[in-house]
């Protein structure tokens, strides 16, 4: 396939009933799409057509094979297009999930006719499923969370093995990957040159021989992935935290550092590189009149005692002034409880929405868990018969060889698949509760993550997606993240939380 760093989609039509009466027959509902591609410069990678049968019965095929082709070139497919949402999905439950599992593919939804993340539910749900992925490490299972947290202490990595790198028994830790390692270092060489853009180094790369797991080119969004990967130097971070991890690095950490964005940061002396453990507000709050962030300091007074505080940036601004961390922490602490979610009524419906949603979308993946595995019991099955036919001399050595290497492929992709979809069975009532013990009381919450800097950093920014301000007295935002913003609204007027446009949800509140 053509590497290229262009807008990349697909297209996906469907017929409805009513379709004929109203005018938009298949073939224009894939002209529509084609031009509004052109008009956004999408190049379209491919267009699925629901037709005839599959188009009314629940499995229709052609979407199935639309979100498999996106999911298998992972981070490649930038858009899925379609004419109308109800195209896409035809519940409520179906659009957030599916472009949640659209999102981990790195594909975002488009539609030729209306503005997608509009609807309250719609936006709510995607705020959600964007607390999740947050916190996706350790939501995916509550119980096994401390767990796993030990495992990493002890420098074991968890999660699945990243290029380079192998596993070979499971739960074992990373094991280096003789086949690939040589490129991740050579990736790494090329890179401190600071000649390379992404895509010249997978360039650079595939030239010598360079292959993905599924045996295709990297794309310029992997090698970015690499370079800025600190396992491949041993360092874990995970939890809020940083670990030596216990496997082989397969390049030094000075090498790793000068690969980053900015080397001079204080990172690699042991501190942190995004968060400061001392002052979390710093950077985060600014005043209102000046547009400066706050910054912190220690002063040292009398008895060379040292005295955190957090001050202005700008002396000559009017709100200029030092505050004391204990006391400007114990106001943004307030602030927060204040914004909390705090209306049961608004945490019941929620999570009747996502969970009917969630309840639908798992029955569907399992149906579908199940079909692939029907699959690769076949292709095995046909493997099989390769052999045989060998044995027997129907098929020359060539042939053979030909056959055998074909299967294999397709039983790797087919569990590929299947792996893609794994990340998919979470136990959503528990990570609902979880998500929740997080926002219903942030000030609580934002308090106990002060051991974990990295983890408080993204708290803040998950609840404070825009500008903070500090006037010198109190915290304010214009745009809270949406999990407390539908709070306001369903406080407010609980209708606000009914859909329009026919993606109701099939709850009663
Ligand atoms: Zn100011």
Not at 42 to 48: G, P, S, T, Y
Not at 337 to 346: A, I, R
Not at 448 to 470: D, G, N, S, V
Request: include cysteine; glycine fraction near 6%.
């Amino acid at each position: 396939m053509e590497q290229t760093t262009e807008k990349t989609g697909i297209i996906y039509c469907r017929v409805s009933s009513t379709e004929q009466v109203e005018g938009t027959s298949l073939g224009m509902q894939e002209r529509y799409c084609r031009e509004y591609a052109e008009r956004e410069g999408i190049k379209v990678l491919e267009c699925f057509v629901e037709e005839g049968e599959s188009a009314k019965t629940a499995n229709r095929t052609q979407f199935q094979k639309a979100l498999a082709f996106c999911a298998q070139k992972k981070q490649y497919v930038d858009f899925f297009i379609v004419h109308k949402i109800d195209r896409f999905a035809r519940n409520q439950g179906d659009h957030a999930v599916t472009q949640e599992f659209l999102r981990r593919s790195g594909t975002r939804l488009r539609s030729v006719t209306e503005q997608i993340d509009e609807s309250p539910v719609g936006r709510a749900m995607e705020g959600m499923l964007s607390v999740f992925a947050e916190f996706d490490n350790n939501v995916r299972s509550t119980r096994s969370k401390s767990g796993m947290e030990e495992r990493v202490r002890a420098g074991i990595w968890t999660w699945a093995a990243p290029i380079g790198y192998k596993r070979l028994v499971q739960g074992g830790n990373l094991v280096t990957d003789d086949d690939t390692a040589p490129y991740i270092r050579l990736a790494f060489d090329e890179w401190a040159k600071g000649t390379h853009s992404f895509k010249s180094l997978a360039d650079f790369l595939y030239e010598r021989g360079f292959r993905t797991r599924s045996g295709t080119r990297a794309y310029p969004q992997l090698i970015e992935k690499m370079v800025r990967n600190p396992l491949y130097c041993g360092i874990i971070r995970a939890f809020g935290t940083e670990v030596k991890g216990a496997f082989v690095p397969l390049i030094e950490e000075e090498l790793f550092l000068r690969c980053q964005p900015s080397v001079r940061r204080r990172f690699g002396t042991g501190e942190r590189v995004t968060n400061n453990p001392d002052f979390p507000l710093r950077r985060f709050a600014v005043c209102p009149d000046c547009d400066k962030s706050l910054t912190g300091s220690f002063s040292t007074g009398r008895k060379h005692v040292r005295y955190p505080y957090y001050h202005h940036q700008k002396q000559g601004c009017s709100r200029a002034a030092f505050h004391s961390k204990e006391n400007l922490e114990q106001t943004f602490v307030e602030y927060l409880g204040k914004v909390s979610p705090k209306h049961k009524k608004y945490e019941k419906v929620f999570k009747a929405v996502v969970m009917d949603v969630w309840q639908s979308n798992y029955k569907k993946l399992d149906a579908e868990n199940a079909r692939v595995r029907k699959e690769i019991e076949v292709l095995e099955g046909e493997r099989q018969r390769v052999f045989d036919l060998h044995r027997a001399k129907t098929y020359s050595d060539q042939e053979f060889m030909d056959q055998k290497d074909y299967i294999n492929r397709q039983v790797q992709q087919k569990k590929l698949l299947l792996e893609e979809k794994r990340i998919e069975e979470l136990n959503m009532e528990d990570a609902l509760n979880y998500c929740f013990d997080f926002v219903r009381d942030s000030g609580k919450t934002w308090t106990e993550l002060e051991k974990m800097p990295a983890y408080r950093a993204r708290f803040q920014k998950l609840i404070f997606p825009q500008k903070t301000t500090f006037d010198g007295k109190k915290f304010g935002t214009k745009k809270m993240s949406l999990v407390y913003e539908l709070n306001e609204a369903v406080g407010a007027d609980s209708s606000k939380l009914v859909t329009p446009r026919g993606i109701e949800p099939r709850f009663t509140p």
